[in-house]
Structures are given as C-alpha cells and as structure tokens.
C-alpha cells in the first residue's frame, strides 16, 4: 500500500489530501477547522483529519508532495525586482525576511511543522516538491473521466506561469504552452476586484455577481488600453497601469484616472458605474477563455477539455464555453483554487513518479467532493446532548417528508448531512436550503441569514434527470461551476416599468417561476443532484418535487459572511442560534428554532 499526503499552504486556502494507492481517502481545508476563512497557514488540522481519516500515521506515508516550487517562485520575485527596479523596493523589502527567514528553506520548515503532528516522521527526504500550475492540471485531468484531454488553467500566479496549456493522456501531463507572469487574466480580473472594493482572493465571486445588474461600457477601453488580446486568446497586459508587480496595490493612479474615479472603498455604496466596471471585466475574461479554448479544439482536436486555477470558478465563463459547443466534454475541478493544489500535487507524484495506474470511472473520480470529516447519528446526539440543543430524532423517511414540508412552508433550514465537501461550494452536505418559488427569499437569506450583499445571486440544487425542463442546459453540472439561462418558458413577462430598470433596483423583479434562484439576466448557477452522489439530499429534492411540482431547492453554503463554511455539529448548532435560520436538520436530528 502506498499512501501520500498532498499539502498546499502560505498563500490562500491551505488543504491537505490523502490518497492510498491513487484512490482518493480524504481532502480538506485548514479554515474549516480553524474557523479563519481562506485561511493559508500550516494546514495541521487538516493533515491531522485526513490521517485518521485514512487510519494512517504520517510516519507510514510513502511521500509528502507540497504543491509548489518555493525557489522558483524566489526567483520571480528577484527578477522581477530587478526588472522594475527602482520600483517596488518597498513590497520586496517587506517580502525578504519572510523568505530568508522560512520560505527558502521550506523543506526544512515544512520537516519541523511535521514533526508536531509526529515526532516519528524522520526522513526530511520524504518531502518533495512540485510545481504550482502541474498541480492545478493534475486536480484537473487525473479525476476527471477522460482517457485524453486538453487541460487548462489559469490563476493569479504560481512560480512563474499563470496560465498553462497541457496535454493529459491516461497517466501522463505535458505541459505544451505558458503565459507567464506579470501577464495573468486572474490578476486581471483581481485588479477589478480591489478596484470596485471587494477583497483580493476572496471577492472576485462577488465582482461576477455584481455584473449582470451592469453594462460592459468599458470593454473596449479595457480591451484598448490594459489588455492586447491575440487571436490564439493569448494576452499581454500593459504594466504601466497595475501595481501588482511592484507595490503593495494592484492597481495606481494612472488606472484610477483612465476609468475616472478612485478604487472603491469598503464602506461605500455600490454605484452603477461599479456594476457596469464589474460587467466589462466579466465580458472581457469570458471572451479571453472562449478565444483559447476555440484555438485549442483546432489545433490538437481533442473532444475533451479540463479546467483547474482560479479562473475555473468563473463558472458564468464556465457556461458560455460549455454553450458555444467548444469541447464535447468538460471537466472542471471542484477544488479548482489553491485547496485542490493539494490534490494535484499528490496525484501528480502517484501516476507521474510512481507510475501508479489511473482508473478512469464513467462521472469522475471525486466522489462529489464529499470528502471531509463525517458524523454518525451517535455522535451528533452526543454533541447536541452536550451543547444543551433541543432536538427530536427521527427515521431517514420521516426526516425527509417533514423537512420537504417545512420547505414548501417558506422555512429556511440548514441541512448538516455526510461528509463534508471539499472545495468552495456547498453541494447538499452543508447547506442551507430553500424554497426557489419565493419571490422574497433571495433577500431574506442574504440579509437575515447569510448577513451579505442583496446583489448576490443564490445557486440551484436540481434533479439530474430534469435539469433540461427548467434550464437551458443538458449536460450534467455536480459541482455548481455551470451558468445556464432558465428556460424561456419558465420565465415571467416584464412590465414595461420593469424592463426600463437599472441597477440594483432590478433585484426584486420576479422573472420567472422559480424567483430565488433567477439572477437578473436569467441565469443561474447549476448544481446537478443524482441518487449515486448523495442520495439523502437527491430523495429530498425529489420529495419537494412531489409536493410542488419543482423539482429544484435553493442551495447556499451553511455559513455567514466572512466565515468558512460549517465543518462539525457546534459550527452548525451555533450559525442556526445567530442567524434566523428556522431549523436545523443534523442526520436525521431536527432542531427547531423557537424551542431552542
């Protein structure tokens, strides 16, 4: 049996992954355990969960893989100094002595941070390295079902590259094309983030929402002035507007004045020239991502395409490749950020080093990202019994009929079942779910419950096999990273008062049948529910569907803003007490509110 532990940390979103003999065991990561969103330390606690999770201590692990280069990614920041200099000494004065202190020497560092979690893993051989975007395309294509196919990713930056193109065929990557750094759509598209004043690493999702209340008044200006898109889809961009490079912004003065007004501050209102900044920024990366994957198709003809990175999770991108009919098949990484780096970086070592033979199954080999910690009935009793919560248990029938009722009721419930998933979405394991008829609900969850922006849309869990009678859409979608239009025929008629609005105030117009999960341009975001993935949440679904005729819940990640998502029981008792959440449905345990 060889088992290895893949780690990505020090950046963003630091996750630990297990595999034995190439299967997937367990993933996870640090900030649902710790509680610090988008947390990027030493990912302890998650090596600790996926190790007993596995039945393995460390010291039993063949190799630990960490998901990057450290010396490479050194030398781009020398360089770039040196390229830019005097520019930027102050960013690269306040970079050094983290370097010199930890980074440089990170196989030691990584070897002590070990050792605390156990004193008998030895061998500071035993650690490797590989580099970032290999990572991100082996998330990509080793799970997905595809014998061969094109893979591409695209984030911020890794060591040098922040796009690449490769070739997967059955156990092996080629990495075939790069575009390497200060040139990068996800920093592009970060740079607008920063610029209409939501958080880097964290907000961009928030900047895709906000675009269909806008309108793309300053694409060209984009396409003119910050971005030479060429024919292929690949791009340069004009440094002398960003500050990525050299400073400690990503944007200056000379951005500010060529859009005509200063980044956005936090407290500030959200205006319709940042809803129309949002949409021209949206438009631009999806024409980028189009551009490529069509050159692609035509110059190596594979019918299959896999995505990984950050750009990955633009799944508004994501549906317009899917909807032009680019590949036959798409495949997208669940954990397609820095989390799933972990994954990749420990896949890449089994098939690639080790010469592991791939299995390839017919949906993926993810197990629908559900592959964080679990808790028996027993044990969530024992918990709830110990917080003092007021709960009734049920049998697995009763819990569903009465939750599908409560829901047909307008009732919000956070619905805390199986393992947890692995990767940015919630996907029916720790949800919060609802009623999408409701024409009020949309604001409710986002000002009640999820305490955020009212601009900000809420997915779709729907029935597999109806997913095509209420979307434009016939293509299986598990991991929410799919954008589809409702059908034209489950859409309401505006009234001519309705259509004239701009802006936010087109956010309480009911436009179709199912109002909670219909974005202002129609869309939404879709996540696929089969009985082989998660069969709890796909009977409930269909039990709903029995009561209404929709076959569809709304689902949104069982947290509040700024925090991770829920990972145990009290996470979840203590988000239900704080929010007007009005029961709570641990495995078969039903928590109702009032009585609390």
Not at 168 to 193: C, D
């Amino acid at each position: 049996m060889s088992a290895i532990l893949g780690i990505s940390a020090f950046y963003h979103d630091s996750a630990a992954t297990l595999l034995k003999d190439g299967k997937i065991i367990a993933a996870a990561q640090e900030e649902r355990f710790t509680r610090i969103k988008h947390d990027e330390r030493f990912p302890k606690q998650a090596i600790e969960y996926v190790l007993a999770e596995g039945k393995i201590k460390l010291r039993d692990i063949k190799k630990v893989i960490f998901y990057e280069k450290p010396f490479l990614k050194f030398e781009r920041l020398l360089e770039t100094y040196m390229a830019f200099a005097p520019r930027g000494f102050k960013s690269f004065a306040l970079a050094m002595p983290l370097w010199l202190r930890e980074k440089l020497f990170q196989k030691k560092y990584l070897f002590d941070l070990l050792q605390t979690i156990d004193k008998e893993f030895k061998n500071i051989d035993d650690i490797k390295f590989t580099e970032h975007h290999h990572s991100h395309a082996a998330s990509a294509f080793y799970p997905s079902p595809f014998k061969e196919a094109i893979i591409l990713t695209m984030d911020g930056v890794g060591e040098w590259a922040t796009s690449t193109v490769a070739i997967g065929n059955n156990n092996k990557i080629k990495i075939v094309k790069e575009i390497h750094f200060p040139h990068s759509l996800g920093l592009l598209y970060s740079a607008f983030t920063y610029y209409t004043g939501f958080k880097v690493n964290g907000g961009e999702y928030k900047l895709m929402g906000l675009a269909p209340y806008g309108e793309p008044k300053y694409y060209d200006k984009i396409i003119k002035e910050l971005i030479d898109i060429k024919e292929d889809g690949s791009f340069k961009l004009d440094q002398k507007y960003f500050n990525y490079a050299t400073g400690l912004t990503m944007t200056n003065s000379k951005f500010d004045n060529l859009f005509g007004e200063k980044p956005r501050k936090k407290n500030e209102e959200i205006e319709q020239f940042h809803m129309d900044i949002a949409a021209s920024i949206q438009k631009v990366t999806e024409d980028v991502m189009i551009k490529i994957t069509k050159s692609l198709r035509n110059e190596f003809k594979i019918p299959n395409l896999c995505l990984a990175g950050g750009v990955a999770l633009n799944c508004v991108a994501n549906g317009k490749i899917s909807k032009n009919k680019i590949f036959e098949n798409i495949w997208i990484q669940p954990a397609a950020g820095d989390a799933g780096g972990s994954l990749g970086a420990a896949l890449a070592f089994w098939h690639e080093v080790e010469n592991g033979s791939r299995i390839i199954s017919n949906s993926d080999s993810m197990s629908g990202s559900y592959l964080g910690p679990e808790y028996s009935d027993e044990e969530i009793k024992k918990q709830l019994d110990k917080i003092g919560a007021v709960y009734k248990s049920l049998d697995e029938n009763e819990i569903i009929n009465i939750t599908a009722k409560h829901l047909t009721e307008g009732k919000t419930i956070g619905w805390f079942q199986g393992r947890m998933e692995f990767g940015p979405r919630a996907l029916g394991n720790r949800s919060i779910i609802a009623d999408p008829r409701s024409s009020t609900m949309q604001k409710n969850l986002n000002l009640k419950i999820k305490f955020r922006e009212s601009f900000r849309p809420f997915a779709p869990s729907v029935l597999e096999e109806k997913v095509n009678e209420w979307f434009d859409y016939d293509d299986k979608s598990p991991y929410m990273l799919m954008v589809a239009k409702v059908k034209k025929e489950k859409q309401k008629n505006m009234s001519v008062n309705e259509k004239k609005l701009f802006g936010i105030d087109q956010l309480n117009v009911v436009r179709s049948e199912v109002p909670a999960i219909t974005h202002v341009d129609f869309s939404a975001r879709i996540q696929t529910v089969n009985k082989i993935n998660n069969k709890k949440y796909y009977n409930l679904i269909k039990e709903f569907d029995k009561l209404t005729g929709v076959p569809i819940l709304v689902n949104t990640s069982f947290n509040i803003r700024g925090e991770p998502i829920v990972s145990s029981v009290e996470d979840a008792y203590r988000c239900f007490l704080t929010t007007d959440l009005d029961y709570l449905v641990c495995g078969n345990q039903i928590l109702e509110k009032e009585v609390q």
